[in-house]
């Protein structure tokens, strides 16, 4: 045994990626999957804190109608799936209305694409209980400053899939406008047995597995009535051009909106400025067809007076004819025709003298 001289071994001999730095963080063939692990945390934090003040989101259950599976309505999200806390929101917009009056310079933490409480939809998420992380300790917040036993996770209905974790791509469904929400707008009684009552307060986030599973029209009956555009995506990732594709495609709806607002305020005032013309010409034919008629009515009412003043002379003509002889010896026609041969003579006589 032994004898041979023996070899020199060598770390890099043994070591994986010996005198190469690819086994290193920092390393260019390892810039993608450091890209996912960003991304992943930053959905993470998007899908758990404001973006206005950084506080942890309240996932604690609704109270209302008994629904212990969804977070409250107090979470709103915006176009480009940030969430905000509602009273957040509603604070940066007063803010920003405020600086707008006073011509100073806007600070707004919203963004430009938030245009006021329109463009903020509810955030329903479907949550479950989870074991506490700190051992059963009560000092667990969970984002709304009380201690509880419990810390809720946001998943998803269908595949039950945390969506909280970042790693699960999801939607917020926005309902389409309900035309009989009109109505209750202007007063009319609310009926809590209504079949849309139940569905503003149950949950509205899934995971894009489940609509790829369930399909658009798969998902109507539950949580329709909407559309695919309407679907916003939470915390869209900035690699891959995802982003960049909301942000276009926001852009161009936001100027198909606004060019189809002033089409049809110019249709408006087109059809007001036709509807003006209809009755201005309508006018005028009726004063045209009037005046024949007023001028007819005129005639007929001087013809009139001309008429009874005419007979009332020729009344009074015939009655001083048959008080007077000689006056009636002469235009009397009745009386001549009885005359005698005396009388005639006479009456010549009468006329010559």
Avoid: W
Avoid at 123 to 134: D, E, K
Avoid at 143 to 156: F, L
Avoid at 247 to 270: F, G, N, S, T
Wanted: charged residues 30%.
């Amino acid at each position: 045994m032994g004898g041979d001289g023996g070899t020199i071994s060598s770390n890099r001999t043994y070591l994986r990626g010996a005198g190469k730095a690819c086994h290193t963080a920092d390393h260019p063939s390892n810039a993608a999957k450091r890209a996912k692990l960003e991304d992943t945390e930053q959905a993470r934090l998007i899908l758990t804190t404001c973006a206005i003040s950084g506080a942890v989101l309240d996932l604690t259950p609704s109270k209302r109608h008994g629904n212990n599976s969804c977070s409250s309505a107090d979470i709103v999200v915006c176009p480009y799936g940030k969430l905000y806390k509602r009273e957040e929101a509603l604070e940066a917009l007063l803010r920003r209305s405020q600086q707008i009056n006073n011509s100073s310079n806007v600070n707004d933490a919203l963004g430009s694409h938030v245009r006021g409480m329109k463009d903020l939809h509810p955030v329903r998420f479907y949550v479950t209980t989870a074991a506490p992380s700190n051992g059963g300790n009560n000092n667990n917040n969970n984002g709304n400053g009380k201690g509880t036993m419990a810390r809720y996770t946001a998943t998803c209905p269908i595949t039950s899939g945390e969506i909280g974790s970042g790693n699960v791509p999801s939607f917020v469904i926005v309902r389409s406008k309900n035309p009989k929400s009109k109505d209750k707008k202007k007063g009319s009684p609310s009926n809590d047995n209504d079949e849309t009552d139940g569905i503003e307060f149950s949950p509205n986030v899934i995971s894009e597995r489940a609509i790829k599973e369930m399909g658009i029209d798969g998902l109507q009956s539950e949580y329709g009535p909407f559309e695919e555009r309407n679907m916003i995506r939470l915390a869209p990732p900035k690699a891959g051009g995802v982003f960049e594709e909301i942000q276009r495609k926001r852009e161009a709806r936001v100027e198909e909106e606004r060019v189809a607002k002033m089409q049809k305020k110019k249709d408006k005032k087109r059809k007001r400025g036709t509807t003006n013309e209809d009755v201005s010409a309508k006018t005028k034919s009726e004063t045209k067809t009037s005046l024949p008629i007023v001028a007819a009515a005129a005639s007929a009412s001087i013809q009139g007076k001309k008429t009874s003043v005419a007979d009332e002379a020729r009344s009074n003509i015939q009655t001083k004819v048959a008080n007077n002889a000689v006056l009636s010896s002469l235009f009397g026609g009745a009386g001549k025709k009885n005359q005698t041969e005396k009388e005639k003579r006479d009456a010549l006589f009468t006329r010559n003298c």
